[in-house]
């Protein structure tokens, strides 16, 4: 019954931002573990960031830290990713999870450890 509905992708210059929303229906975002990952084509999905939703602790991809932050709004029941100073090589669809576990560091950053998946978004970063 849980739903994640991924939004806000699209093309913008190297060097700009893009955030990205994921809405969740059926499960609120006060608990479990939420996260983004992505894909390029030819390679394999990725994790970028992800947040244990009961105290908000975060982790992040080397590549992506200090440029993406993951956020959550309980009022609106959504998870975000704040994507700034974009590159060609953040090029690729981006996926939003959730678990209903609470996950520790090493296994949040794992694709197989996500119950739930949006369908994703593209995004494209060229100039």
């Known amino acids: 019954q849980v739903q994640l509905v991924e939004s806000g992708g699209g093309l913008v210059q190297p060097g700009g931002s893009l955030r990205l929303s994921c809405a969740v229906a059926?499960?609120?975002?006060?608990?479990?573990?939420s996260a983004w990952f992505r894909q390029a084509p030819g390679k394999e999905r990725e994790f970028l960031a992800g947040m244990r939703l009961t105290d908000r602790a975060t982790n992040y991809r080397d590549s992506v830290r200090y440029r993406f932050t993951i956020s959550r709004d309980i009022a609106k029941n959504g998870v975000y990713l704040q994507m700034n100073n974009l590159k060609p090589e953040d090029t690729a669809v981006y996926y939003c999870?959730?678990?209903?576990?609470?996950?520790?560091?090493?296994?949040?950053?794992?694709?197989?450890?996500?119950?739930?998946w949006g369908q994703g978004t593209q995004v494209t970063v060229s100039s």
């Open positions: 059926g499960r609120t975002v006060s608990s479990g573990t």
């Open positions: 999870a959730m678990s209903l576990r609470n996950l520790i560091t090493s296994a949040r950053g794992t694709a197989n450890e996500y119950e739930y």
